[in-house]
């Protein structure tokens, strides 16, 4: 494949999106869940001062820790995917910013061979590429929604399977649905020229996807194409691309170094200016 682009919540954010994790628990679809006393997991996540997605999911670990009855939770769980859903739903996706970055970025690669790994829930990229007259059957093939989507009413939200939960609360785990495909997008990341990632903090509890920044660290890849391979990283302020280096690190083994000497090129790009 030419071109990957993983996608994660930074991505619909910089299209101006609603869908940060402060903007699903100020809405009515969570808040209207704090008066019910059989949903304390609500009141849990509320009492929270997080900001990212990743965050929620390392509280779901946390929340299944304590001494919650098994059927109990997993009532709130499916009561708390239902909402997320429902506000997904409820997003007015044509009111993207078609100067961010993000749709550029569609905008600059609708006409090369490209495969784009979207970990949102959203349909964002299938109606940005749409109107950008792109072809129904070329939208299909080139997009795979890793987590789920509303569109398809059925999402993958929870924690990976390194995540110390309480043995009976197997349901939180991704692999645990029927939609879990990691085979599909490990060899999606095994076979490209050029990788870019915009949105994606790549957290622990997507580590288990990205083996491919070890092989990238060894030159595994290259050297099985005789080709070496562009990355591209896109951040929102210096925080968030330090945390995202931190964690390309920490995937790589370590070889944080020898993975840029394996590359063509390593491109950061700020998405605030």
């Not at 990743?54 to 109990?72: C, F, P, R």
Request: net charge negative; aromatic share 12%.
């Amino acid at each position: 494949m030419s071109h990957v682009l993983i996608i994660g919540n930074g991505f619909d954010l910089n299209l101006r999106l609603k869908t940060s994790y402060r903007d699903f628990i100020g809405s009515t679809f969570f808040t209207r869940n704090l008066v019910d006393s059989s949903l304390p997991l609500f009141k849990h996540l509320e009492k929270m001062d997080k900001t990212n997605w990743i965050d929620i999911e390392k509280e779901l670990e946390s929340y299944s820790k304590s001494e919650v009855e098994t059927y109990a939770f997993l009532l709130e769980y499916k009561k708390l995917c239902e909402e997320l859903k429902s506000y997904i739903k409820s997003i007015k996706l044509e009111d993207v910013d078609q100067s961010s970055h993000a749709y550029r970025l569609l905008d600059n690669i609708k006409g090369e061979q490209f495969l784009i790994l979207n970990f949102n829930y959203t349909n964002s990229v299938e109606v940005i590429l749409n109107n950008l007259g792109v072809p129904k059957y070329k939208i299909d093939k080139s997009i795979i929604h890793v987590h789920g989507s509303v569109k398809q009413d059925d999402i993958i939200f929870g924690v990976d399977d390194d995540a110390c939960i309480n043995n009976e609360h197997s349901f939180l785990r991704k692999t645990s649905s029927s939609l879990y495909d990691g085979e599909q997008v490990m060899q999606a990341l095994n076979d490209f020229e050029s990788l870019s990632i915009f949105g994606h903090s790549l957290g622990e509890s997507d580590h288990m996807y990205f083996k491919c920044f070890q092989d990238l660290a060894i030159g595994r890849q290259s050297r099985a194409r005789n080709q070496r391979e562009s990355l591209n990283l896109y951040y929102y302020d210096e925080m968030a691309k330090y945390q995202l280096l931190s964690q390309i690190y920490t995937l790589s083994g370590r070889q944080m170094g020898q993975l840029k000497d394996n590359l063509a090129s390593f491109k950061e790009i700020d998405v605030s200016k």
